[in-house]
């Protein structure tokens, strides 16, 4: 399963930065059923896949996902309008008729910092913010998104440097 970070902004501060317009079928590709793993695929098929969306979920899980850099201000939980025209291309996403029935976890990832409790904090804050922006704004039912921080990723590089100050995977839970 190969999952591709969609750039869709850039660092806070730049004075001509833009967001980049995400073509929801990039996503859609990315988080449709088919793109499951292996092992995700071996134990739906024998009903053996118990995830709680509300929970971390460890990498041996291969479900769908696309990464998407998701801009806010410095080290706070307030979407910059580039961040906010990020999710427009999440919500179109999501509520593509190919994606009905489907639940997702957004989980938040921020950038490298010296404070691995605080990251956890503000990564879940930012992915609650998210969530919170794609249901109010663009209808996505709270029911099919659901916020998890993860803090800092564990893999190096893990959230692309000079993209923006948060990544959110949009990880496909495979509901039907």
């Given amino acids: 399963m190969a999952c591709a970070t969609i ?34 695929v071996k134990l739906k098929s024998t009903n053996a ?39 427009r291309g999440i919500a179109e996403a999501l509520t593509d008729p190919r994606m009905q029935g ?6 938040g990832f921020v950038v490298s910092t010296n404070d691995p409790v605080g990251a956890v904090r503000l990564s879940a804050r930012r992915a609650q913010v998210a969530a919170n922006h794609l249901t109010t704004f663009y209808g996505v039912a709270a029911a099919r998104v659901t916020p998890v921080g993860y803090g800092v990723p564990s893999t190096p590089n893990a959230v692309t440097a000079g993209v923006g100050n948060t ?7 495979l509901a039907n």
């Fill in 7 to 40: 750039i869709a902004t850039f660092v806070f501060g730049s004075p001509t930065a833009r967001a980049q317009a995400i073509d929801p079928n990039d996503i859609i590709r990315q988080i449709v059923p088919s793109q499951a793993g292996e092992t995700v």
């Fill in 49 to 87: 896949l118990i995830v709680p969306p509300d929970q971390m979920i460890p990498a041996i899980f291969d479900f769908p996902k696309a990464i998407v850099a998701v801009s806010f201000y410095d080290e706070s939980h307030l979407l910059t309008t580039d961040g906010m025209l990020t999710l």
């Fill in 102 to 107: 489907q639940v997702f976890q957004l989980g």
């Fill in 167 to 173: 990544q959110i995977q949009l990880i496909n839970l």
